[in-house]
C-alpha cells in the first residue's frame, strides 16, 4: 500500500503554544485529509484539502496541501488541553485508482497544561 | 448533526466463532466502508461498498469476510471464522460521493480470545 510517513512521531508541548506536524509520500495524492484520534474513538475529521496549494483553516486548526502533491502540514495555534490525541493524515492516491483512504502513521500530541 | 453509528461497541468472541459488526452510514451518503486499527497502529483500509456491490478490497479482505447492505440503512461486516489475529478496532465510514471526506463510526472493539 501507499506509506503516508508522519512527523514527529509524539510530541509534548506546553498549553497555549503552537503545534506544527508533517505527513509525507513518496508518491503523489489527489486528496489529504487531517484526522483526530482520541483513545478507543474513531477518527474525527478536522480538515479535507482538494488541490495542490490549498490552504485551508478550520478555527485554530490549518492545513495545507503540500504544491507537490506530495506532503501537507497540519498547524495548531495556542493549543489547549482537549487538543491532546493522535493525529492522523490521510489521502486518495491517484496511483491505485481507488477510493480508498490510505493513513498516515499517526503523531500523538500531548498537552501540558 | 448527521454520524455514523456502530454496535456493538465491544464484542468478545471465541476463536473459530463468526461475527457480525453493525453499522449505520449517514443516511445520505453512497459510499460505505470498513476499516481496521490494530492497538497501536494507523488505520487499514477493509473494503468500500457502492451501488450494493464491492467497489474495492484490501488484501486483508479475504474470504472470511463479507460485507452486506440488508436494508436501507444497515452496512455490516462478517467475519465468518474469526482467527486471534482479527483482534482490532474496526470502524465504518461514509462518504456522499467518491474520492471526498469520509465520516468514520466510533467502532467495534473486536476481542478474539
Given at each position: 500500500?501507499?506509506?503516508?510517513?508522519?512527523?514527529?512521531?509524539?510530541?509534548?508541548?506546553?498549553?497555549?503554544?503552537?503545534?506544527?506536524?508533517?505527513?509525507?509520500?513518496?508518491?503523489?495524492?489527489?486528496?489529504?485529509?487531517?484526522?483526530?484520534?482520541?483513545?478507543?474513538?474513531?477518527?474525527?475529521?478536522?480538515?479535507?484539502?482538494?488541490?495542490?496549494?490549498?490552504?485551508?483553516?478550520?478555527?485554530?486548526?490549518?492545513?495545507?496541501?503540500?504544491?507537490?502533491?506530495?506532503?501537507?502540514?497540519?498547524?495548531?495555534?495556542?493549543?489547549?488541553?482537549?487538543?491532546?490525541?493522535?493525529?492522523?493524515?490521510?489521502?486518495?492516491?491517484?496511483?491505485?485508482?481507488?477510493?480508498?483512504?490510505?493513513?498516515?502513521?499517526?503523531?500523538?500530541?500531548?498537552?501540558?497544561? | 448533526?448527521?454520524?455514523?453509528?456502530?454496535?456493538?461497541?465491544?464484542?468478545?468472541?471465541?476463536?473459530?466463532?463468526?461475527?457480525?459488526?453493525?453499522?449505520?452510514?449517514?443516511?445520505?451518503?453512497?459510499?460505505?466502508?470498513?476499516?481496521?486499527?490494530?492497538?497501536?497502529?494507523?488505520?487499514?483500509?477493509?473494503?468500500?461498498?457502492y451501488n450494493n456491490e464491492i467497489s474495492e478490497k484490501s488484501e486483508i479482505f479475504d474470504d472470511q469476510f463479507s460485507v452486506e447492505r440488508p436494508d436501507g440503512s444497515n452496512f455490516t461486516l462478517k467475519i465468518r471464522s474469526t482467527k486471534l489475529e482479527d483482534s482490532a478496532m474496526y470502524f465504518c465510514a461514509s462518504s456522499?460521493?467518491?474520492?471526498?471526506?469520509?465520516?468514520?463510526?466510533?467502532?467495534?472493539?473486536?476481542?478474539?480470545?
Open positions: 500500500g501507499q506509506q503516508l510517513n508522519q512527523s514527529p512521531q509524539s510530541m509534548f508541548i506546553q498549553e497555549g503554544e503552537d503545534v506544527s506536524m508533517n505527513c509525507t509520500s513518496s508518491s503523489i495524492f489527489n486528496t489529504w485529509l487531517w484526522y483526530k484520534q482520541d483513545p478507543g474513538e474513531g477518527p474525527v475529521l478536522l480538515i479535507a484539502l482538494y488541490k495542490a496549494g490549498e490552504l485551508t483553516s478550520n478555527g485554530r486548526l490549518t492545513a495545507q496541501f503540500g504544491i507537490t502533491r506530495k506532503d501537507s502540514f497540519l498547524n495548531i495555534s495556542a493549543s489547549i488541553p482537549s487538543d491532546v490525541g493522535i493525529y492522523f493524515c490521510a489521502g486518495h492516491s491517484p496511483k491505485t485508482g481507488a477510493n480508498n483512504l490510505f493513513f498516515g502513521t499517526g503523531t500523538r500530541l500531548t498537552v501540558i497544561p | 448533526e448527521p454520524e455514523v453509528t456502530q454496535t456493538p461497541s465491544h464484542q468478545v468472541t471465541q476463536m473459530g466463532q463468526e461475527v457480525i459488526l453493525r453499522c449505520v452510514p449517514i443516511s445520505n451518503h453512497l459510499y460505505f466502508y470498513w476499516y481496521r486499527q490494530i492497538l497501536g497502529q494507523k488505520v487499514e483500509f477493509l473494503v468500500s461498498f456522499l460521493i467518491a474520492y471526498n471526506e469520509q465520516f468514520f463510526g466510533p467502532g467495534t472493539r473486536l476481542t478474539v480470545l
